[in-house]
C-alpha cells in the first residue's frame, strides 16, 4: 500500500480574514478537527461537529474544492438568562483541495452522533493492482 503524502487532499492553509464582508452571518464560526486515514481504495474524513444535524449540513464540490458547513443552533432557550458559559456553539466550516486521484463522482457522506465520515474514493488508476506475467 502506498502511504499519503498529502498529494490526494490538502487541508487549506489558515488566512486571516482581510475584509468584515468575509462571513454574511452572525455567531462564531469553528474548524472543526479532522482525522484522515488511508487505504489502498480510498481516503476517510472524519470531522468533529457536535450538535450539527444532517439538515443543517452543506457539502458542496467545485473546482476541486470539498467544502464541509455545518450549521448549529444554540441550545438555549429564549427565556433563559446566562449565568455561567462556558459551552460556545456556532457554525463549522472547513475547505480541502482535492486532487486528480480522487473518484469525485463516488464520494460518500455519513453523519453520527455529531461525527461526519467522508469517503474520497480513489481513481481506479490510482489504486495499486498486480500484473499477472503468462508464459508465452
Not at 23 to 44: W, Y
Not at 112 to 129: F, H, I, S
Amino acid at each position: 500500500m502506498e502511504t499519503a503524502t498529502g498529494a490526494e487532499i490538502q487541508a487549506r492553509k489558515k488566512a486571516e480574514v482581510q475584509s468584515p464582508a468575509e462571513q454574511t452571518r452572525p455567531g462564531l464560526l469553528f474548524t472543526p478537527a479532522v482525522d484522515i486515514f488511508e487505504t489502498e481504495k480510498d481516503i476517510s474524513l472524519l470531522a468533529d461537529m457536535p450538535g450539527v444535524k444532517a439538515d443543517d449540513l452543506s457539502i458542496d464540490l467545485k473546482d476541486n474544492t470539498l467544502t464541509i458547513l455545518g450549521k448549529v443552533e444554540s441550545p438555549k432557550k429564549s427565556d433563559e438568562v446566562d449565568i455561567v458559559m462556558e459551552y460556545r456553539t456556532g457554525n463549522f466550516f472547513r475547505q480541502f483541495t482535492l486532487s486528480e486521484m480522487i473518484d469525485q463522482g463516488k464520494i460518500e457522506a455519513n453523519l453520527k452522533d455529531g461525527v461526519l465520515r467522508l469517503v474520497l474514493p480513489k481513481v481506479e488508476k490510482a489504486t495499486p493492482r498486480k500484473i499477472t506475467v503468462t508464459i508465452t
